[in-house]
């Protein structure tokens, strides 16, 4: 390896607040790519499709678990695949490793689940082997290829109005090395993070940012924020505003 120079701290930090300024760039460059998503059209879905879910047959609508929006990953298990039957294809594996607490996601009223063709008695036994918690569902008709995941992985994403659901917008390739965090899944929907920064059409449910923030064994449905956390969240965010501007 020909490594870089070694420099003071000085010089260090100089280098850092440099690449700092690009870095900046890119995060709102990435808020702005984030709000083109959240105004691209929306396609009514029109079809019927049957899933296979631990307790039996599910509709698209059933996926969404009664929340206003739904992301489906199309992640590779069933026979075919490498690895099959013990595994799940190496690289979706990689991405459901990622996949964090669905809590903090589901407070946002959005669900997020996996789809494979693979029956739901070996994606229960894999799900206990990799100790995987997400919704996961088998594939019965041309969902996949309807969607453009039958040959490849991909995350759908959907916006339910009533019984009507909607394609709101579509992730492949190396824009799936990305996903996995709360803040990724909800930059890929119509929704967005609901927080008052965002620039997002009109009538889009926002509040402040943070103080939506909860343990994630502690989310109460319609609960206003704890006072305490918008007390601690208000001081820190002061102090940090504070640091920037110095």
Same mark, same amino acid.
């Given at each position: ?5 070694? $420099? ?24 702005? =790519? ?10 009514? $879905? ?102 453009? $995941? ?25 824009? @799936? ?8 899944? =909800?930059?890929?929907?119509? =929704? ?6 965002? @620039? ?16 994630? @064994? ?7 924020? @704890?006072?305490?956390?918008?007390? $601690? ?14």
């Amino acid at each position: 390896m020909n490594a870089p120079a070694i $420099v003071s701290p000085q010089e260090w930090q100089a280098a850092r607040e440099k690449l700092l300024v690009k870095e900046k760039a890119l995060t709102r460059a990435r808020d702005a =790519l984030a709000a083109e998503r959240r105004r691209m059209p929306w396609l009514a $879905v029109e079809k019927s499709y049957v899933f296979e879910g631990p307790n039996g047959k599910m509709s698209l609508l059933d996926l969404f678990e009664g929340r206003r929006q739904l992301i489906v990953y199309r992640a590779f298990f069933e026979p075919g695949v490498h690895g099959w039957p013990e595994h799940a294809c190496i690289g979706c594996s990689l991405g459901a490793d990622q996949v964090g607490n669905l809590a903090h996601l589901n407070a946002r009223d959005t669900t997020l689940l996996y789809a494979s063709r693979a029956p739901q008695a070996d994606i229960a036994r894999l799900k206990a082997r990799m100790g995987w918690e997400m919704p996961w569902v088998t594939i019965t008709d041309s969902f996949d290829a309807d969607f453009g $995941v039958d040959e490849w992985h991909g995350h759908n994403a959907f916006i339910r109005d009533g019984d009507r659901v909607f394609r709101t917008y579509f992730i492949n390739n190396r824009g @799936d090395e990305a996903m996995g965090t709360v803040w990724s899944y =909800l930059d890929i929907t119509a =929704l967005g993070r609901q927080e008052e920064w965002e @620039d997002s059409p009109q009538g889009t449910p926002q509040g402040r940012p943070y103080k939506w923030w909860n343990w994630h @064994d502690a989310y109460v449905p319609n609960a206003a924020p @704890d006072p305490k956390w918008v007390e $601690v969240s208000d001081a820190g965010e002061a102090a940090f505003r504070k640091k920037e501007g110095a």
